[in-house]
C-alpha cells in the first residue's frame, strides 16, 4: 500500500495519522504515529466556586499531583475569604487580613489560574467544556461544583 496523503492530529490525547492510499482514496484508516514524540498531556481540573472547600479541593489536587492544570471559576472578585468572619470584621471586631483564607499569592504560588468575576454560564458535559460569561471555554478532564 502506498501512502497517498497522511494528515496527523491530536484526538483524545494521542496522536494519530489519517491515512488513504492511492488505489483507493475513498479508504481511510487510523494509524498511531509511532515516529511522533510524546507529549506529556496534564490532567485539567476546574473548580467551580471559590469557597473554602473549592480552595482545599485544589490544594489536595496540587498535592496528589505536581503537574495537573487546576481552575478555579468564580463569580467575587475577591480570592478566598472566611464568609463567616464578615459580620465580625463590619463590627470592627476583626481587622481585614483576618478575612482572607489564603495569602495574596497563593493561587500564583500553587499554579492555580483564577477567573475572578466570571460564571460558568454552560456546561457541556458530553465534550467536556465549560463556557464562561467572558465568552472564554475551558476544558477539563475532571470538573468539581
Excluded at 496527523?8 to 496522536?15: L, Y
Excluded at 478555579?72 to 463567616?84: A, C, D, G, L, T
Excluded at 463590619?90 to 497563593?106: H, S, T, V
Aim: hydrophobic share 35%; with cysteine; glycine share 2%.
Amino acid at each position: 500500500m502506498r501512502l497517498f496523503f497522511t494528515r496527523r492530529f491530536v484526538s483524545e490525547r494521542k496522536q494519530i495519522s489519517l491515512m488513504a492510499d492511492e488505489k483507493s482514496p475513498s479508504r481511510i484508516s487510523l494509524c498511531p504515529v509511532a515516529s511522533a514524540p510524546e507529549r506529556e498531556v496534564h490532567m485539567q481540573y476546574v473548580i467551580i466556586g471559590n469557597s473554602a472547600a473549592g480552595v482545599s479541593a485544589a490544594e489536595v489536587l496540587r498535592k496528589a499531583d505536581a503537574e495537573c492544570d487546576i481552575t478555579i471559576v468564580s463569580e467575587e472578585e475577591y480570592r478566598v475569604y472566611n464568609r463567616p468572619l464578615i459580620a465580625r470584621y463590619m463590627g470592627g471586631e476583626i481587622a481585614e487580613e483576618k478575612l482572607w483564607y489564603r495569602p495574596d499569592r497563593f493561587y500564583e504560588d500553587k499554579r492555580i489560574h483564577l477567573y475572578k468575576d466570571t460564571q460558568a454560564v454552560r456546561i457541556d458535559p458530553k465534550e467536556k467544556y465549560i463556557f464562561l460569561s467572558n465568552d472564554d471555554r475551558l476544558p477539563y478532564d475532571r470538573l468539581l461544583l
